[in-house]
């Protein structure tokens, strides 16, 4: 009953919300609004598993009344970057971006118009789909290709299995006996809500836990028995040692072998030296990566004698140079271990489970249908492209990528890219704060051959910044949006709690408008809250739109947990792997015919650019990893008070790099290279190994006059290249640390 107090201030109402912010995450909330207005959110206290939410997702109140938000339609004033602008009405605001997207298309072509889009919000309606329709629909546009996530895992698993569906659900952790944290810190980096949970419990049941990783990470802290220690980049070597011991010591599963993978005696010729004479034993793996020859050995024997162990393949260390190779070696040794398709086992490396519609256990109903894109039809065929490629997600390809976007800006054609790129049409995306080399993105947003820049933001960001017109875009308790959950049965809806703040509008909202100025009658046909209903109800999990409407979400209740590849281990005959040679390729032809020595047919230890051993390192001897922060969601959260509590942006690193230096915890430090400097503080801690620091990502670039950038963002000093199979590599860098 509401007390005289609360009548007083209004009636309290009660909205259950999923929250899915870019981090992976889906955490169910009770949004509290008092008069319209969000007042608290209370954590899922329902049935399990819970799906409750990190610190983020309770600041959301901050940021959503953040007095920053970008409450008006925008036009630039001053020059780009400089940050003036002068408010605009919403009708001059889609006038001038239909009007240069017109304009654009028929003066150059629709390839000019550079499609950016990223995660900033992860729904199934209130993001990229809806903007590619339109764009589509109004003639294509240039899209860019290489998920920032994991493209390396994806490129190494339809090498290896034909399918990116290689993850088995969370809940599975509990059959496990061994787990092995690969680069994994699911305390702070969210990814799927619910795997601290899983993994807490089956600690308890009695798994050992054992974390690979440069870092002594919070995670390894909390439950890991045992930390391995590895320099980033050379996990491959780490795991083709491993794959030496179990050869020499004949742990292998060789029946699993046998039965399920094709080319292991290719894999075995090359680990034991007949290929090219050097044996990757323990001790030849601890000069590459830094890990005591005993502890490979052990980890070996331990990962192939405990059944059934998992390994969790991480995917940060797949963003690094080479890092298919890591992902092709985790999932050799969870076939020799015949770990895979069982429960408590798991395919060694994955991706983010369950986000793109792949998994059996999700079966949405139909979204927002995305014609083809006239551009992508006449694409040229990227170098090292698999044919399968495609099939992963409902967005793809194009001819740029990611960490080319400046340059195929700056040198167009003449660069050898398929057009001159005039107009930049910017969705959820921080570009250039997300992006390697930020100098060189800023250089490319400031050049006159751009003609146009839209943005749609809800925050100055340094994307912001740049664009000639930014859109205010709402956030996602103020709009519909339906979401899946990664790593176990789930749908997540984000309804409207509240009204837009200011004149923000929707993603559906701008693009239905947008439609109707470019004369595109049947863009759209439903509201926001029609399309979440119609993708909902259209999955047979539910049937009562109300009752998901007022649950925020549906944990689906499978039997048991999905394993990956079960079918597959359990009845061969009647399902191949969806490779060419129908098995788990330890050997694969196709990798074979890309002929690129960088992607070999067998997983190897290839040493990246800028390694430790690069000539380079005598003026840039640290090795750089740029981690998932705990405080933000990439660029977003950055400027959010509450959460500005929890940790200060530092550069960590060790305690013997530190002394060397004569670097004092709290001390600021410059961190620099030839791409770039940052002003940073220093956070002096044995918690990571010697010769490697950290700069977490996302910190909003904030250069100085002299171009050192005061906000510590680490992609001042990684490079804007990509690995042979796509992955971004900013994992892989070289630095110098000095005290400022
Ligand atoms: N050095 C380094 N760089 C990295 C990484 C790394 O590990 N190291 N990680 C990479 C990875 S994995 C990723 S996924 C990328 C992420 O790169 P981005 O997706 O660019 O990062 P976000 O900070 O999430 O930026 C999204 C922007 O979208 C805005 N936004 C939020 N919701 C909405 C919405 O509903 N509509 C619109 N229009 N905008 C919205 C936010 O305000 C934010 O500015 O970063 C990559 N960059
Ligand atoms: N709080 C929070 N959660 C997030 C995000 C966020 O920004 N904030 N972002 C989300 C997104 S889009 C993504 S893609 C994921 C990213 O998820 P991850 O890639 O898993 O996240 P990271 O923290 O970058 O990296 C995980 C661990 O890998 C280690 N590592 C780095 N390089 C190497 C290496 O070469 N070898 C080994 N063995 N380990 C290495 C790091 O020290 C770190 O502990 O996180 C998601 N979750
Ligand atoms: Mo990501």
């Known amino acids: ?80 970057g400089e940050g003036k602008f002068k ?13 240069e997207m017109t304009r654009v298309k028929e003066t150059y072509g629709p390839a000019s118009i550079i499609f950016k889009w ?71 980096t ?18 050992r836990i054992i974390s690979v990783d440069p870092r002594y990470t919070p995670t390894a802290a909390i439950c890991a028995d045992e930390w391995l220690p590895v320099r980033p980049g050379t996990d491959a070597a780490l795991l083709v040692a491993m794959a030496y011991v179990m050869i020499r010591e004949d742990l292998q599963d060789q029946k699993f072998l046998d039965k399920y993978t094709y080319g292991f005696d290719r894999f075995k010729d090359y680990v034991l030296g007949k290929e090219d004479g050097v044996p990757k034993t323990p001790q030849w793996a601890e000069a590459i990566t830094g890990t005591p020859a005993a502890s490979i050995e052990k980890l070996a024997r331990e990962y192939a004698t405990t059944k059934p162990a998992t390994l969790l393949g991480g995917i940060g260390p797949g963003r690094t140079a080479n890092g298919e190779q890591y992902h092709r070696a985790a999932s050799t040794l969870a076939a020799m271990t015949g770990n895979i398709g069982i429960h408590g086992g798991d395919a060694g490396a994955s991706i983010w489970p369950g986000n793109h519609g792949i998994y059996p256990y999700l079966k949405p109903g139909p979204r927002m249908p995305i014609p083809p894109n006239p551009v992508e039809a006449g694409a040229p065929k990227r170098k090292n492209e698999f044919p399968s490629w495609n099939n992963y997600m409902t967005l793809r390809t194009g001819q740029i990528h990611q960490t080319k976007v400046a340059d195929a800006i700056l040198r167009g054609k003449a660069g050898g890219y398929p057009a001159d790129y005039k107009l930049m049409y910017v969705i959820n995306n921080n570009y250039p704060n997300q992006y390697p080399n930020i100098n060189r993105c800023v250089e490319a947003l400031k050049s006159d051959s751009l003609e146009f820049i839209v943005v749609m933001e809800q925050f100055m960001t340094s994307a912001a910044r740049f664009a000639d017109v930014v859109l205010p875009v709402n956030t996602c308790l103020e709009r519909y949006d339906i979401c899946p959950g990664p790593g176990l049965g789930f749908y997540g809806l984000m309804p409207r709690v509240v009204e837009s703040v200011g004149e923000s509008r929707s993603h559906l909202e701008i693009c239905s408008a947008l439609a109707e100025k ?37 944990k689906i209740k499978l039997d048991e947990p999905f394993v990956a590849f079960k079918e597959q281990i359990e009845d061969p005959e009647h399902n191949l792997f969806p490779t060419p040679s129908g098995k788990i390729e330890i050997y694969c032809q196709r990798l074979a015919d890309m002929n690129d020595p ?46 500005r509590e929890l940790e200060p942006q530092q550069v960590y690193l060790n305690t013997k790099d530190a002394e060397s230096r004569g670097i004092k915890d709290g001390d ?21 190994m010697p010769g490697v620091v950290d700069v977490p990502q996302g910190a909003w670039y904030d250069p100085d006059e002299n171009g050192v950038d005061r906000g510590g963002n680490p992609n001042v000093l990684t490079r804007d290249e990509h690995s042979p199979g796509g992955a971004y590599p900013t994992n892989t860098t070289l630095v110098q640390i000095e005290k400022a």
Request: charged share 20%; net charge neutral.
């Open 598 to 643: 960088l992607v070999p047919p067998v997983p190897k230890y290839v040493e990246t650019w800028e390694s430790r051993n690069d000539p380079l390192a005598q003026k840039y001897p640290l090795q750089l990893v740029t981690t998932h922060f705990w405080r933000r969601a990439h660029s977003q959260f950055d400027n959010i008070p509450w959460l």
């Open 118 to 188: 990223s995660g900033g919000s992860l729904g199934w309606l209130q993001a990229t789909g809806a903007h590619l329709r339109l764009l589509n629909m109004a003639g294509g546009c240039s899209e860019v290709w290489g998920v920032h996530s994991f493209e390396g895992a994806v490129f190494s698993q339809i090498a290896t299995f034909g399918t990116v569906a290689t993850a088995n659900t969370r809940d599975d952790l509990l059959n496990s006996k061994l787990i092995i944290l690969w680069g994994i810190n699911s305390a702070h």
């Open 1 to 80: 009953m509401p007390t005289e107090k609360d009548k007083a201030r209004g009636v309290e109402q009660v909205t259950c919300a999923t929250h899915s912010a870019h981090c992976g995450g889906t955490c169910l909330f009770k949004v509290h609004t008092r008069d319209g207005v969000i007042t608290r959110f209370e954590a899922d206290d329902g049935e399990e598993p819970q799906y409750r939410g990190c610190a983020r997702g309770f600041a959301q109140r901050q940021r959503i009344y953040a007095p920053d938000r970008i409450l008006h339609p925008l036009k630039r004033t001053g020059v780009r």
């Open 87 to 99: 408010q605009i009405s919403w009708d001059e605001a889609l006038d001038t971006v239909s009007g």
């Open 190 to 207: 969210i990814l799927h809500t619910p795997t601290p949970w899983y993994l807490v419990q089956a600690k308890e049941k009695g798994a």
């Open 518 to 554: 470019l004369g595109i009658p049947d863009y759209n046909d439903k509201t926001d809250e029609e399309w979440c209903r119609q993708i909902a109800t259209g999955s047979p999990d539910i049937t009562d739109w109300e009752a998901f409407k007022k649950a925020g979400a549906h």
């Open 668 to 688: 600021t430090v410059k961190v620099f290279n030839d791409r770039g400097t940052i002003a940073i503080r220093a956070r002096v801690t044995p918690r990571i």
